[in-house]
DNA sequence: CTGAGATCCTGGGGGC
DNA sequence: TGCCCCCAGGATCTCA
């Protein structure tokens, strides 16, 4: 489900709401979804722990905690953090937080993909690739990520050992942004064109976190609110739809097992 | 190391 | 209505 702008704009709500905040209650409703790195039960390890920060690196939240440990999560493809006043009733609810003043966290994921794991020190979102939006992710810096490699650009972008935080969506938006057809070789790609689309990823990114994100199927913040992107898509689920710029059918393809969407005529 | 494919799950939508 | 097949915003593991 969820991409960059989408975790960050989960984080930012969860970072006004649940910052400084003391964990009084655990509830683990699907043991299957909470991984514990620690010794002790999960539960009562987690529990009395106060809430220091929550950040975003590439798709995972990164709740530091009090002791200095964290509690990290992924939504994977259905995963959801809520917060509420009180706890709403939720056949998918995998694991709950009460806080001492009040309130909830409810962790939600219909197809369990997701994960929540208690760690020392938040190691599990290690070995990721650079941040997009890190001013250090110059043209120069994705010129490097792509150097020498025969895989399809499309399959690259996606590769989160490379690039940190693109997803299906925003990897078919910057590629069309940008010109270029998804299956090209991310090795071939011309300095022009990887500035193009370096500009093209940040643009993307940027745009869709000013829109809170992309709700297509059921996404919503952490506050329950869907996000605005969706309906600015260019080529992301528009197969057989006119391209908003030059009116030819978007085509759709599957590359590296995903749903790959462009515009044959100005994607080369 | 690289790249391709299967796999983990559940639910929604389309075709018949 | 019901059934079957395909599809889904992701990452990880195995294999060649």
């Not at 009180?86 to 966290?105: I, N, V």
């Not at 085509?251 to 044959?264: D, E, I, S, W």
């Amino acid at each position: 489900m969820p991409e960059l702008p989408e975790v960050e704009t989960i984080v930012r709500g969860l970072a006004r709401a649940v910052s400084g905040r003391r964990i009084a209650e655990v509830r683990v409703e699907m043991a299957g979804s909470v991984v514990n790195d620690l010794p002790g039960d999960f539960a009562e390890t987690l529990r009395g722990e106060r809430i220091e920060s929550v950040t975003r690196r590439a798709k995972f939240v990164v709740m530091r905690l009090g002791s200095g440990r964290a509690l990290t999560v992924h939504l994977r493809m259905t995963g959801r953090l809520i917060v509420e006043a009180q706890p709403q009733e939720d056949a998918y609810s995998r694991l709950r937080l009460r806080f001492e003043d009040g309130g909830w966290l409810r962790f939600s994921d219909v197809r369990r993909f997701g994960r929540v794991r208690l760690t020392a020190d938040g190691a599990w979102a290690a070995g990721l690739g650079p941040e997009p939006l890190d001013p250090a992710f110059t043209p120069e810096a994705l010129r490097g990520l792509l150097e020498g490699r025969r895989t399809p650009i499309k399959s690259l972008l996606l590769d989160q050992s490379r690039l940190a935080g693109v997803g299906n969506i925003y990897a078919c938006e910057a590629l069309y942004l940008a010109g270029i057809h998804p299956k090209r070789r991310a090795g071939g790609l011309s300095k022009a064109r990887v500035e193009r689309l370096h500009a093209a990823l940040i643009r993307v990114l940027g745009r869709a976190i000013r829109m809170r994100g992309s709700s297509i199927d059921d996404y919503v913040d952490a506050e329950g609110l869907r996000g605005g992107f969706q309906n600015t898509l260019a080529v992301y689920g528009r197969e057989g739809l006119s391209c908003r710029r030059c009116h030819a059918p978007i085509k759709r393809v599957t590359l590296a097992q995903r749903g790959t969407f462009y515009c044959p005529r100005c994607q080369r």
